[in-house]
């Protein structure tokens, strides 16, 4: 059963949380704006109509949250993996979801909706326990600290996705700036609801083997930075 968590508990400190990274890049050729227009059409979701596109309810629930998914690379060969299953996206930079929605496109791809915005604008709208899976991959890593404030990873997020997972589910974090991935261990160590899944040392440097490689996951590796790939399971609700 899910319960709407559509309520001021979970309202987040927009003003501090909300998105600060750029939203523009290059300007779209025709064909690709054409192309981010006709998928919106389809595949995109809105603050007024995320409950009436009936992603919540269909045949493809619980859901797999991505935040943050660039060009897409990541959540579109998940969702070609798994096509019986449904995927949330959630992005605010345009030239990535004119990529994202051309492989949508190129794939005919009906498993995945995206909300193309800032995610705290949709937080309070998410459902309790309506994902088994959050991926966050490669986040901007803020490094100064007087804008640790700005990260994804704050306190009040993490009481967030305790109530979006369902019991035992997973929330994926990677990163290549060591320093964002020892504030994330932390966070998440010292929160009620989370457990680090990791035993050994290889646990945290490598991915599952199907998990196609992100744009800056690439990036990192070329040069010579090994990402690292924390595994975090919902073990406690709230
Ligand atoms: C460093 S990039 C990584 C992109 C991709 N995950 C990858 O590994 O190639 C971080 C992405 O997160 C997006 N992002 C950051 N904060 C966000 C927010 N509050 N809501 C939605 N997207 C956000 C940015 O637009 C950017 O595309």
Known sequence: MINSSNNNSILVREKLLSYRGRKFGRTLSKTKSDILNRVKKTNSITVENIFSKNIFTSS?????LEIG???????????IESPEKGFLVVEQYINGLASLSSKISKNNLKNIKFFPGDITKIFHLLPHNAFDSIYILFPDPWPKSRHHKRRIIQ???IDIF????INNGILWFASDDR???????????NHPSFKWAAEKREDWLKKPI???DTRYEIKAKKRGISPIFLKFIKTKHL
């Open 60 to 64: 493809y629930f619980p859901l797999s």
């Open 69 to 79: 998914c660039g060009s897409g690379e990541f959540i579109v060969s998940q969702a």
């Open 155 to 157: 306190k009040e997020i």
């Open 162 to 165: 305790s109530k979006l997972l």
């Open 179 to 189: 320093e964002y991935c020892r504030f994330a261990l932390l966070h998440f160590q």
């Open 210 to 212: 199907i998990w196609a």
